[in-house]
């Protein structure tokens, strides 16, 4: 069996407004100055703590702590399937590489335990997914720990990385597999492929034909 691994937001869900409106909400709570998007864009895919601390390397930790809890507060009071709908033709992708009998999926984000399992919930995502591992339990990405656990959980012998940020390619590199990146998130092509993204996807349906060709 193969596996495809999937990331989530920006690659199966458009979750950008609900993301910059929580950072702004955690911001807020801490009495900072609100982030530029593009600022914000540049750290989804890390574990939150993580990304914070990157976004706000002059705060102590406390103004960390603040925009953290701010943030998850927002975050969770949000509808999950309104404010990050998925991406047209993600759901599509994901029947069509589910019929086949050769390969498995998972996921590996940097999203909560809690704010993954919503996610899917809300979009009855679960049943494609054969593992799905996120930020509580592991180091934040680029770390592989995640893929590694991925991998482990299904028993699959080869896999690649779906993801739409450097950190998706970088983990995918640190894990010693292929990586395809997405062009519609939150991280430009260039970077991808900077990151060591085997191609970057323009559409689902362009997308689809990558796996395809990688797992033949």
Not at 63 to 84: K, L, N, P
Not at 133 to 160: E, F, N, Q, W, Y
Not at 170 to 177: P, T
Request: glycine share 10%; aromatic share 6%.
């Amino acid at each position: 069996m193969k596996l495809v691994i999937w990331d989530i937001d920006g690659t199966l869900v458009d979750s950008h407004a609900q993301i910059m409106a929580a950072m702004q909400a955690g911001t807020t709570r801490a009495g900072l100055p609100p982030l530029p998007a593009a600022q914000v864009s540049s750290i989804v895919g890390l574990s939150l703590p993580v990304a914070v601390a990157t976004l706000l390397p002059d705060a102590d930790p406390s103004a960390h702590a603040e925009v953290v809890e701010g943030y998850r507060s927002h975050y969770f009071a949000a509808r999950s399937a309104t404010e990050s709908p998925l991406f047209p033709g993600a759901l599509d992708c994901l029947r069509k590489l589910a019929g086949r009998n050769d390969l498995l999926m998972a996921v590996a984000t940097g999203k909560s335990r809690r704010g993954l399992d919503a996610l899917l919930v809300a979009h009855g995502l679960g049943e494609y997914f054969a593992a799905t591992h996120c930020a509580d339990g592991h180091p934040s990405k680029p770390a592989p720990g995640m893929i590694l656990s991925c991998l482990s959980d299904t028993g699959a012998r080869d896999a690649v990385m779906i993801g739409d940020t450097s950190f998706d390619m970088l983990m995918a590199r640190n894990a010693g597999i292929a990586g395809l990146g997405v062009g519609w998130g939150h991280h430009p092509a260039a970077e991808l492929f900077a990151a060591g993204a085997r191609s970057v996807a323009t559409d689902f349906q362009q997308l689809h034909a990558l796996i395809e060709e990688w797992a033949a």
